[in-house]
């Protein structure tokens, strides 16, 4: 399959002021497209499937839906792909610090989320609510993100939320102090 995202990064902060969490790009792929074969180490990668299909290609392999969140854990290194269905996709890639970077790589799908996604970390919790539009959500203080036509980012201080289209809502609740073990010595 031939190589081609087309990535918009949301967020970047080149400063560390939302602690574990580096980097979220809205990734399209279309048809049968891949991000082509590539390599992670010592990073954590939260993918949210908003629409189409996406296939991973690593391990047992895994194929995705609207609704799913997978949960890559690079730990000490892998090589993988993920590739867009028949129907395309789109898909939210969110980059963190790693919660344990010496750890084997491992791969989990939560499927269908609606609520909060365990991602079994102490400084970084996640919520994922599809939301229609002119119904009020009520979602936790934290950092929102909202997906609808394109993806825009509001620090939220809790509360509900009146979508004006249909689409998903992804709040990150962060530590931002550093974890222990990036002080430790080499």
Do not use: I
């Amino acid at each position: 399959m031939t190589p081609g995202p087309a990535q918009h990064t949301v967020l970047a902060p080149d400063d560390g002021s939302l602690g574990p969490l580096l980097r979220v790009s809205d990734d399209r792929l279309a048809r049968g497209r891949s991000y082509g074969s590539h390599e992670h180490a010592r990073v954590d990668v939260v993918a949210v499937v908003l629409a189409g299909s996406l296939h991973h290609r690593w391990g047992d392999g895994a194929r995705m839906a609207p609704g799913d969140v997978a949960v890559l854990r690079a730990g000490t290194g892998l090589v993988h792909d993920e590739a867009a269905g028949d129907d395309g996709a789109r898909v939210l890639q969110c980059y963190l610090r790693p919660a344990r970077p010496a750890a084997e790589p491992s791969h989990e799908v939560h499927r269908g989320v609606t609520g909060r996604v365990g991602l079994h970390r102490p400084d970084a919790e996640l919520w994922v609510v599809r939301a229609a539009p002119g119904v009020p959500v009520d979602v936790p203080a934290g950092l929102l993100l909202r997906a609808g036509t394109g993806t825009t980012v509001v620090r939220h201080s809790g509360g509900p939320v009146v979508p004006d289209e249909q689409g998903t809502l992804l709040l990150w609740q962060l530590e931002t102090g550093r974890p222990a073990w990036a002080d430790d010595g080499p």
